[in-house]
């Protein structure tokens, strides 16, 4: 059965400004940086970048959330940078807060805080 999260692809048009895009956001270089496909080491899960979008339809039927610290800051950036707001910050209960942001590409990517 499911023991944690471990890796998130986002099918991406443009692997360099991607690349480039998620550098920004996450402050973090790639460990795997090949013209097939660029990985990220986020505190263990890894960020996948993937170029192929042989098999990509349109639509995002799920979202991964990832932890923030700071939920405000965060949607603040990724919107700065060119991400698309797709679901405001709210309140989900027990001092949990979650947002929702479309990067350039089209993939969304959740955020979640927990206070």
Known sequence: MFKKLRTVVYHVSDLSTAKGWYQQITGVEPYFDQPFYVGFDINGCELGLDPD?????????????????????????????????????????????????????????GIIEEK
């Open 53 to 109: 979008l042989t098999k990509v339809q349109a639509g995002n039927h799920s979202f991964v959330y990832w932890s923030v610290e700071n939920i405000e800051s965060c949607v603040e950036k990724l919107t700065q940078l060119g991400g698309h707001l797709i679901d405001p910050i709210k309140s989900v209960g027990e001092d949990i807060q979650v947002a929702a942001i479309q990067d350039p590409w089209g993939n969304a990517i």
